[in-house]
């Protein structure tokens, strides 16, 4: 009996090391071994892995060593749970079945079945079998050509007795954002982003490389192929990481998802099912198009005769202003659906003069909304908006929610925090002050001093004596001394945070139980005191340099110091990040125009030494980055904030050409597209897990990349105002700046792009980093486009006998361009009313807000960035003080007007 047992265990060890042997010797699920199909087609050359007919490379003619598809990671990525372009995701359930099943090519893969080709086909597969057992119906994939673009289209025919309901059906969009292991200058060569347009039956995405230039790749909807739903491919194993953001799939159904794990979120599109009867076959199919740049990509839409929607301003919708909607498709519209109902009202307008449909658009309540548009064919477009209050009510609302709800001012705090704005758990309804990420509690780094660098740059476009006074408070109480040192050898310089995790050397009862503290993130005394990172330097000099311009240019707001005392501080800072962080200091910092405008307001002093010393500190920062091929880097592999100061010194000290990759890189994660969400919105991924209540790895929209950014693509703009996807873009991610604040004022530091969620992140986190890039841009346009004609970005217009006046509506009314003639009209006090326009004459006409106690007098800057031929130099008719460069113009309680001619 002992010999039989002992036979028994030797035979079933023996058994298990055989079939370890064999898995170990099984050729990877893909089955690369078996080699790659080649094929051409007029715009790509591709290859297929033969034994599952994915794409294996996805290459545009002309472009060698580029590939759309992660083909360098392919040997990587060749096991089961790695998706590829050509992989098909779905979820059935058979009729009278409640429960829906799952099935996915790429989950447990087998070779699939070739079929024979003929015609426009290139390569065809029956792909059941890798679908998974007991999947009820037969899946057909035919890679093929129509009239020359690459078409992949599945076939999908119900077998059964049974009627079956597809209620999810995902094709995955796998490109290669892989940037992990990979140096700046290869990465931007060979990688690319990806940003949907969810918009049904028009919707399309647009795969655009790192560097900006193209071609650009865009898949569009075949047959029954509507983009519903863009869902993150968390399935997918290659590991997300701040390198790799994950893939998505095109979603042309959504319903099983809709009633399952995003039963919480509000949807982009009503979410749909497909019954297929008995014997019933359905095609679902997607285009693969190259237009020749991103500027050229709704042109090439028009040309692929694809619905092509134009919102001007943006989709972001202020209720005191007036946007207009333009739609260029060969259908007529049958009839415009609005959800919630009337929450936008559209007004028919005469058609363009090269028959773009043209729509007065106007939000009514506050909120998402979704229009659709129904053409006469069947097809349905739609287009997400967003309705927020006026701008000046917006950034006024979030004034006060900072100085009040997030005001801290709680007695013998042992972190020495009283006096403060702090974060915010909207979630929760309280102030945060305590968090396993020190800095987070701690008034520092971005998702700590993100409420008060909002707090201050919300006094500089729009100041409350009140308000002002708590910040003098901050100062004084908590900056000067606390997060910034005072006195000793390390002066000026600026600490990562206050709060800090010590158990032992503070009173009991210090720290909550709920509050999982440990690892990196809780730092000790000495890591919370060290001044090495470079980027909490911006947020104080912000700070100083903001109580500087209200004490320079107002009277009676600031009362503790004079404004020499701020400049001074905003200054030192500027140095001190040189002196204490010179590691993270080589690179672009966020925030990082603010030296920029402290040197030009030293320039303005007459500050000369100071001036001088600044400005060769920040060109030898500036000349390391015109030597790197791509000088965005950070702390992290890859970035999108740094580029928002190597742009600003670049333009600043004419290196003109590395502004220029620098702008083409922002443009290559920035889109614009029909939907506010994504509209102007920077590529952000990771700061969810630094700065949010929902920690996790997530395309943010609207966090403060949009912010930022827009600062570059503005200022470009105003250089080259005949380019209108500039401006589009740029103000995109403007008003993308204000709209998740809240209808109560509360700032979010993004939204959450997951179908799971579609809302904002509860935490304030660095959400003041976006308000920074928004209060030192925002500003009104007048522009007249060659098909739209005159359009105000940032206010509303009238024509009358010659003149065309807009009435600017942003949230500062201080700054207004005037793009027929190149003009850049600013204010450091007072506000516009009215700016007029003679179009024949070429006058400028300036109307005032009247005089307040705190701005007797406006203060005008006249600057022309843009040469525009035969446009000379325009100065006041009237004869005006001159003060730090800026006309003095004494404002009353009546008229203001003043005129300016070239």
């Not at 659709?372 to 477009?381: A, D, F, K, L, M």
């Not at 006409?845 to 006249?862: G, I, K």
């Amino acid at each position: 009996m002992k010999k039989i047992v002992l036979f028994v265990l030797f035979a079933l060890l023996t058994f298990q090391l055989q079939a370890q042997q064999e898995e170990q010797e099984a050729p990877p699920a893909l089955r690369l071994d078996q080699g790659m199909t080649e094929l051409e087609t007029p715009g790509f050359n591709l290859k297929l892995v033969k034994a599952s007919q994915t794409i294996a490379a996805l290459q545009p003619k002309g472009e060698e060593g580029f590939d759309f598809t992660p083909a360098g990671e392919l040997q990587n990525r060749a096991e089961n749970e790695y998706y590829h372009l050509g992989d098909l995701t779905l979820r059935l359930r058979m009729e009278g079945s409640k429960q829906w099943q799952q099935f996915s090519t790429a989950e447990n893969r087998v070779p699939v079945t070739s079929l024979e080709v003929s015609g426009d086909m290139l390569a065809a597969a029956d792909i059941s079998n890798t679908l998974g057992a007991g999947f009820p119906i037969q899946a057909k994939r035919y890679w093929e050509t129509e009239a020359g673009t690459l078409v992949l289209r599945f076939e999908i025919k119900n077998t059964t007795g049974q009627q079956i309901e597809i209620g999810a059906l995902g094709i995955p969009m796998v490109f290669n954002n892989i940037l992990t292991g990979k140096d700046l200058d290869t990465a931007h060569a060979l990688c690319s982003f990806y940003d949907p347009y969810i918009g049904q039956d028009a919707g399309y995405l647009q795969v655009t490389r790192l560097n900006g230039h193209g071609p650009a790749l865009l898949v569009t909807p075949g047959e029954n192929t509507p983009f519903e739903a863009y869902k993150p491919l968390n399935e997918d194993k290659t590991q997300r990481q701040i390198t790799f953001e994950g893939f998505y799939e095109w979603m042309v159904h959504s319903k099983a998802y809709v009633e399952n794990e995003w039963s919480a979120a509000e949807p982009w599109n009503p979410p749909t099912s497909e019954i297929l009867n008995p014997g019933e076959t359905r095609n679902y199919s997607l285009k693969f198009v190259l237009s020749d740049s991103i500027r050229d990509i709704e042109s090439t839409l028009i040309e692929q005769e694809r619905p092509v929607a134009v919102g001007l301003p943006g989709y972001v919708l202020p209720m005191d202003q007036t946007g207009n909607l333009y739609l260029n498709y060969h259908s007529e519209v049958s009839w415009i659906d609005v959800e919630p109902a009337g929450s936008v009202v559209l007004k028919k307008k005469e058609d363009t003069p090269n028959g773009w449909k043209s729509y007065e658009v106007r939000g009514k309540s506050w909120g998402r909304s979704r229009v659709t548009i129904h053409y006469e064919n069947g097809v349905s477009q739609s287009i997400n908006y967003k309705t927020i209050k006026p701008e000046m009510q917006v950034v006024d609302d979030a004034g006060r929610f900072l100085t009040t709800e997030q005001w801290f001012d709680q007695p013998d705090d042992p972190f020495n925090r009283t006096h403060s704005v702090i974060s915010y758990d909207y979630g929760k309804n309280e102030q945060v002050t305590e968090d396993n990420r020190a800095w987070v509690a701690g008034l520092s780094d971005e998702g700590g001093a993100g409420s008060w660098v909002a707090a201050i740059m919300k006094q500089v476009i729009q100041p409350e004596k009140e308000e002002i006074e708590k910040m003098e408070l901050f100062v004084d109480d908590v900056v000067w001394g606390g997060l910034q040192h005072s006195d000793g050898e390390h002066k000026y310089g600026v600490q990562k945070s206050l709060f800090y995790y010590e158990p032992d050397s503070m009173p009991e009862g210090t720290y909550s139980e709920e509050v999982p503290y440990g690892g990196w993130s809780s730092w000790d005394t000495e890591g919370a005191a060290d001044l090495g990172r470079s980027y909490n330097y911006p947020h104080v000099a912000a700070l100083h340099w903001g109580l500087y311009r209200l004490s320079r240019n107002y009277e009676g707001y600031v009362d503790n110091h004079e404004w020499e005392w701020y400049l001074e501080r905003a200054y030192q800072t500027a140095e001190a990040m040189m002196e204490f962080a010179p590691h993270y200091a080589q690179y672009g910092q966020m925030e990082g125009t603010v030296f920029l405008k402290i040197l030009m307001d030293l320039k303005r002093e007459g500050w000369t030494e100071q001036a001088e010393k600044l400005e060769a500190t920040m060109r030898a920062r500036a000349e390391v980055w015109r030597s790197l091929g791509f000088p965005f880097v950070s702390e992290m592999p890859w970035d999108s904030t740094g580029q928002e100061e190597v742009y600003a010194w670049c333009r600043y000290f004419g290196f003109d050409a590395k502004a220029l990759v620098t702008l083409n890189a922002i443009l290559g994660y920035m889109p614009t597209v029909p939907h506010w969400g994504y509209n102007g919105s920077a590529r952000r991924y990771w700061d969810f897990l630094f700065a949010g209540e929902l920690s996790r790895i997530e395309r943010q929209l609207h966090h403060y990349g949009s912010g930022l950014n827009a600062i570059s693509v503005l200022h470009e703009y105003r250089l080259n105002p005949d380019d209108m996807y500039l401006l589009r873009v740029g103000y995109g991610g403007l008003q993308g700046s204000i709209a998740n604040i809240t209808e109560d004022g509360f700032g979010a530091s993004g939204f959450h792009a997951y179908p799971s969620t579609l809302r904002i992140d509860y935490l304030s986190g660095d959400y003041g980093q976006n308000f920074f890039g928004h209060a030192i841009n925002t500003s009104s346009y007048l522009v007249n486009h060659p098909e739209f004609g005159w359009q105000a970005f940032g206010g509303n217009i009238e024509e009358e006998d010659g003149w065309v006046t807009m009435n600017p509506l942003n949230s500062s009314r201080n700054r207004v361009y005037l793009s027929e003639v190149g003009l850049w009209l600013t204010l450091d006090a007072g506000k516009f009313e009215s700016v007029a326009l003679n179009t024949e004459t070429g006058e400028v006409q300036l109307t005032f807000e009247s005089a307040t106690a705190n701005a007797p007098n406006a203060r005008l800057r006249v600057e022309q960035p843009a040469d525009i031929s035969g446009v000379d130099t325009y100065q006041p008719n009237e004869d005006l003080e001159e003060e730090r460069g800026a006309y003095v113009i004494p404002l009353s309680a009546g008229d203001n007007v003043i005129t300016l001619s070239e």
